[in-house]
């Protein structure tokens, strides 16, 4: 897919906008869209599904049916069509509560306790677990989608821009994470339409919007066209410039002041990411130039984080937890802004394991959810710096694995190696508690082997899985056979970064 924009140096773009493309238009600039074959249609659908992909009790299912959400009598059925239509009719979680129900029955009518009947339920089981799964991303997708809704009905709608190639509305001041932006015209495209360029091929060597080469330039030739676009009162440049020359990097002299000043522009046109690094360094202050206020601060903080902004709301959330930096300590206004958070941009790391955590101890929300923590702890694990995500997410997997099989967990369905893996990760970032839970772990599986159960008399060392390191057996015909009944799953598994991978893995 291409974008054709016909820019001349010689036209302005007009004060307070945000980015070049909306000003082109403005100005009449032909815009022209061609779509390439090689990026419609399944490229396109295809990248709507990365944002998120779409556990209930079997009487919820049947709740569903004789309690219908339409109160107008429904026709009776006269053939076997009618009965056709009511199964296209059904939204998709009535699907997947009925699929869950009929799971449910079919787990319930299994029998006998033999090794082979143990791996034919616990098959079963996963099943159950991936509709669960299915069915609590989509309930919280919903209800993330009501909390943004209940935000700007509190705070005003969020301003939003169309990619300049897919047209979708994106909102703009939300998070850098959500679009790519280009100093050459001022021009930004979504996140999704600058990875489709890059799959395709063509790749991103020159801006996808006036196809101007940008990975040879030199960083005086970058910081040169971030300048122009500044002065020219574009909004995100201008904070971009005020930050590059208060910490003196990406070609510009270090000068407080002047950065000072460009920030202040940007945030006189109420761009919230400028309003929330004014905020940031009235926290902290910048020697003679800015003097520490936390009053300033915080009613900064507060007016990007209601304007949408990601990591504003994300500061804020924290705040309320801990009942600090002048806020008083509120856990309704802490869930609320952190929901906000992931509703608009869910790959942020900090406000997922803040949910995640909370799902885990089941503390602070309505419904906790073994599905939800596993799900926003992976997420946090990608910006784990202290090692809690990791050790969090470790220990989820295997309390997930516990609630879905019990007692019966064998190969092939054990979680184990998966815990070890994440937990090590964690130990490695520090984490004594991660380190202490290996060692009882480890202290427990040298003294049973995990295919026959034979314990180890005093001073017997059993052999150790070489790959995974969290299985010991007695001897290696035990070795052999667990790998062949299903621990080659177990280990290969183990080392899966996300999680719905890791749960649909075979």
Same mark, same amino acid.
């Given at each position: 897919m291409r974008v054709l924009v016909e820019l001349h140096d010689e036209l302005e773009l007009p004060p307070g906008s945000w980015r070049g493309g909306a000003a082109a238009e403005e100005k009449g600039w032909k815009v022209c869209r061609h779509i390439k074959p090689s990026l419609s249609g399944d490229c396109l659908a295809a990248r709507k599904d990365r944002n998120y992909p779409g556990f209930?009790?079997?009487?919820?299912?049947?709740?569903?049916?004789?309690?219908?959400?339409?109160?107008?009598?429904?026709?009776?059925?006269?053939?076997? *069509?009618?009965?056709?239509?009511?199964?296209?009719?059904?939204?998709?979680?009535?699907?997947?509560?009925?699929?869950?129900?009929?799971?449910? $029955?079919?787990? $319930?009518? /299994?029998?006998?306790?033999? %090794?082979?009947?143990?791996?034919?339920?616990?098959?079963?089981? %996963?099943? +159950?677990?991936?509709?669960?799964?299915?069915?609590? /991303? +989509?309930?919280? *997708? *919903?209800?993330?989608?009501?909390?943004?809704?209940?935000?700007?009905? /509190?705070?005003? $709608?969020?301003y939003s821009e169309p990619c300049l190639i897919c047209l979708d509305n994106i909102h703009v001041h939300a998070s850098k994470n959500l679009l790519e932006t280009f100093s050459c015209c001022g021009g930004f495209v979504c996140k999704s339409c600058a990875l489709d360029v890059r799959e395709s091929g063509v790749g991103l060597d020159k801006c996808p919007l006036c196809r101007e080469f940008y990975h040879d330039k030199t960083v005086a030739r970058r910081s040169a066209q971030l300048m122009a676009l500044a002065k020219r009162g574009v909004s995100w440049a201008q904070s971009d410039v005020g930050q590059c020359m208060i910490k003196g990097m990406r070609g510009f002299e270090k000068q407080a002041q002047t950065g000072l000043e460009w920030i202040n522009k940007a945030a006189a046109q109420n761009y919230p990411s400028a309003l929330y690094e004014l905020s940031s360094l009235y926290r902290d202050g910048i020697s003679s130039e800015l003097e520490k206020s936390e009053e300033k601060a915080n009613e900064l903080l507060l007016k990007s984080a209601n304007l949408g902004h990601v990591p504003a709301n994300s500061i804020l959330s924290g705040f309320y937890f801990g009942g600090t930096n002048g806020f008083e300590k509120n856990l309704d206004e802490f869930y609320f802004r952190s929901s906000v958070t992931l509703a608009l941009d869910n790959t942020r790391e900090g406000a997922a394991r803040v949910l995640g955590s909370l799902h885990f101890f089941e503390h602070g929300i309505p419904e906790p959810s073994l599905y939800l923590a596993c799900y926003y702890l992976n997420i946090g694990v990608k910006g784990d710096r202290d090692g809690i995500s990791s050790c969090l997410y470790g220990k989820s997997l295997l309390h997930f694995a516990n609630r879905l099989h019990g007692n019966n967990i064998t190969n092939g369905f054990n979680a184990l190696p998966a815990a070890f893996f994440w937990l090590r990760k964690s130990r490695d970032m520090g984490r004594n508690d991660a380190r202490e839970q290996l060692k009882e772990w480890e202290t427990?599986?040298?003294?049973?082997?995990?295919?026959?159960?034979?314990?180890?008399?005093?001073g017997e060392k059993f052999k150790q899985c070489s790959k995974c390191k969290a299985q010991w057996y007695c001897s290696k015909e035990c070795q052999v056979e667990a790998w062949r009944a299903g621990h080659k799953k177990d280990c290969k598994r183990a080392a899966i970064l996300k999680f719905e991978d890791y749960l649909n893995a075979e």
């Open positions: 209930s009790v079997r009487s919820a299912s049947r709740t569903w049916k004789t309690h219908p959400m339409s109160d107008e009598t429904p026709n009776p059925s006269t053939g076997p *069509k009618a009965g056709v239509e009511e199964e296209r009719q059904k939204t998709e979680e009535e699907r997947l509560l009925d699929e869950i129900a009929e799971q449910k $029955d079919l787990i $319930d009518a /299994l029998t006998g306790d033999t %090794k082979d009947g143990i791996v034919h339920r616990a098959s079963h089981e %996963k099943r +159950l677990g991936q509709l669960e799964f299915r069915y609590q /991303l +989509l309930v919280e *997708k *919903k209800r993330l989608a009501r909390v943004l809704l209940k935000f700007q009905e /509190l705070h005003g $709608d969020l427990a599986g040298r003294s049973l082997c995990a295919y026959c159960a034979k314990k180890a008399e005093t």
